[in-house]
């Protein structure tokens, strides 16, 4: 919607200032747009032009210029009136145009979906560990990385979604050894546990024996020497718990909907990219040390030089992810490669995209570290040698409970079943919404109850306004949304449910418009934008914020406008219905599931 306003500004500021240029360039339409903004208070106006920004450009005194453009601004098919507020130009749309370029095109099934680029991003998320089961970090990073692939997808790319898993080193060793020696053969079946979870009780142990039993470091140190050099009884040791590991991830991913298109295993590849190294030897690229070592010079590029192949001639960590981006490179043909890893790696990725920029990798021109904060409790940061983690599963089990008493004390006719399927929905979606909606760059708290409130800037509340929305239509078609439909956030299925307001974009558009309906409206029309500059920030916090505002404006229309009752019943349908399919294209990019009814 900004583009329209701005394409009409544009003409009326060309006739106030023929000569409204800036070092040559005309004030287009795309800087207009970018200059509105959305009045604190909504009687002021739908949008402000500030004349500050303006001056910038023209080099007037910004009274001045909103002086000449609000006498060009004349009344007109989408201008009910300019108004001067201090600093700004404040502009009344009318409600036929205001309707026509926000609710109606929030109507149609591909709103907000660009159309395919042809360009392929490969993602990489979580990378776990396999000493250990996931954990909430490891649950902030999927939340993150897939929902900044729905993003992706939404703004026309195809996302490739790939995993590498950390199957070997001194720290897998660490619960080999443990299980070594105090597992007695035990197994997940025996034990009664998730398999994950048992290889981290043995990383703990690890932990706590070895501070009476200090021997046991060169032990670990024996057995990753052993896997090495390919001793059978180790490797198969190895194979079982790793096997437990991928099992355990495998459920956890299914649980909190993910899906990745390929698998990498850091066993397979960890000797790998000596040849790369090599290569990159021989061109020039990189340079062999008096002691043997061939390292990479960065210091031109503000970093330190880095070691690729030791003096011996093994490899490091860095020329195993040079194999990988190559492998990468083979397997999907990208235009890009998003790695979403904490923050604290931030100078390794540094280093590896200087690396591959230097050895002209081909998609090296378009790498992204998305790093994210960390994740800690009300009581401090998690460790896991300490056994001070809530784990994944462990933590959707407790909110899922929490949400099972709510549901229960709420609706007492419910069944199991259905108490059983909302409240996993509403668990899921609480812990969902609460590690996106927090800028990614930012450390966070989580607290499951406050997660789980049914008020607030939760998941619980987006979900609740969604199906709030659907008894509406519901109750406007005359027909009833069977309690245990759901949906994954498809705004398609909607038209499935309530075939009376099917496709409906051929409506009789109001001639005013309560301040509600206004902001409501308003906020529609920004769903477009919002998408592209979340995928420009990187940021899928963003699509979280206007999920939320989305959902507390609905609701404040459907507490001060009358919808069924109304004079205007069809405009207020039509609108609840935009709201509903807007709402749940944004929660179909957080990957959150939707209830019809909560």
């Known amino acids: 919607m900004l583009n329209a306003i701005a394409q009409k500004l544009n003409k009326s500021l060309t006739r106030a200032f023929p000569a409204a240029t800036t070092g040559g360039a005309l004030l287009t339409p795309e800087k207009l747009a970018s200059y509105l903004e959305t009045p604190p208070d909504p009687t002021w106006g739908d949008f402000a032009l500030p004349g500050f920004r303006l001056a910038q450009d023209l080099g007037l005194p910004p009274a001045e210029i909103l002086a000449r453009l609000k006498k060009a601004l004349k009344p007109s098919a989408w201008l009910e009136k300019a108004e001067i507020r201090g600093p700004y130009l404040n502009l009344f749309l009318r409600a036929e145009f205001l309707a026509k370029n926000s609710v109606i095109p929030a109507l149609k099934k591909s709103y907000g979906r660009a159309r395919k680029t042809g360009q392929i991003i490969v993602v990489e998320f ?23 692939c729905r993003l992706l997808e939404s703004n026309g790319y195809t996302a490739k979604r790939v995993n590498l898993n950390n199957d070997r080193g001194i720290h897998i060793c660490k619960s080999m050894l443990a299980y070594k020696l105090y597992g007695k053969g035990i197994t997940p079946k025996k034990a009664g546990k998730k398999s994950d979870h048992l290889i981290g009780d043995f990383y703990v142990l690890y932990n706590q024996k070895i501070k009476e039993h200090p021997e046991l470091e060169q032990q670990a140190q024996d057995l990753l020497v052993a896997w090495e050099n390919g001793d059978v009884k180790v490797r198969a040791l190895w ?53 043997g070592a061939v390292v990479a010079d960065l210091t031109p590029e503000g970093l ?26 083979r397997d999907f043909h990208p235009q890009g490669s998003v790695f979403v890893v904490g923050n604290e790696q931030g100078y390794h990725f540094k280093v590896l995209f200087n690396l591959l920029k230097k050895l002209k990798f081909p998609s090296a021109a378009n790498l992204k570290h998305l790093a994210y ?42 069944s199991a079943d259905e108490i059983n399927e909302r ?29 789980l409130s049914f008020e607030g800037n939760t998941g619980t509340y987006l979900l609740y306004a969604y199906a709030r929305a659907g008894s509406v239509l519901g109750k406007a078609s005359g027909s009833v949304i069977p309690e245990d439909a759901r949906q994954c956030g ?70 001060t406008c009358p919808i069924l009752e109304s004079t205007q019943r069809e405009w207020r349908v039509a609108l609840t219905q935009a709201v509903r399919r807007t709402l749940g294209g944004a929660l179909n990019i957080l990957n959150i599931e939707t209830l019809e009814v909560m």
């Open 126 to 148: 979580p990378s776990p560990n396999t000493n250990k089961p996931l954990h909430l970090g490891h649950l902030r990073n999927l939340a993150i990385g897939e929902s900044y």
């Open 239 to 291: 194979k079982k718990m790793n096997r437990w590991a991928f099992d355990g991830f495998k459920a956890t991913y299914k649980n909190f909907g993910i899906k990745h298109q390929k698998e990498y295993f850091e066993s397979e590849i960890y000797t790998q990219g000596r040849d790369i190294v090599l290569k990159g030897l021989q061109d020039g690229i990189f340079q062999k040390r008096a002691d």
């Open 304 to 329: 330190e030089e880095k070691v690729l192949l030791r003096a011996d001639g093994t490899t490091v960590y860095m020329t195993q992810d040079l194999y990988l981006a190559q492998i990468k490179e």
């Open 373 to 414: 904060g960390m994740v800690n409790l009300p009581e401090g940061r998690m460790k896991s040698r300490e056994g001070n983690v809530v784990d994944a599963d462990n933590l959707i089990d407790e909110v899922t409970e929490l949400a099972r008493a709510e549901i229960s004390g709420r609706y007492a006719d419910l």
């Open 423 to 451: 409240a996993r929905v509403i668990a899921l979606a609480a812990i969902k919404y609460r590690l996106i909606s927090v800028d990614i760059f930012k450390n966070i708290v989580f607290d499951p109850k406050e997660a």
């Open 490 to 559: 498809c705004p398609e299925s909607v038209d499935k449910q309530i075939p009376a307001y099917a496709g409906m974009t051929s409506i009789t558009l109001p001639t005013t418009m309560e301040i509600s309906e206004r902001v409501l409206a308003r906020t529609l029309g920004a769903w477009t934008e919002t998408i592209q500059t979340a995928l420009a920030h990187d940021n899928p916090a963003l699509i979280a914020h206007y999920a939320y505002d989305l959902a507390q404006n609905f609701n404040t229309f459907y507490h």
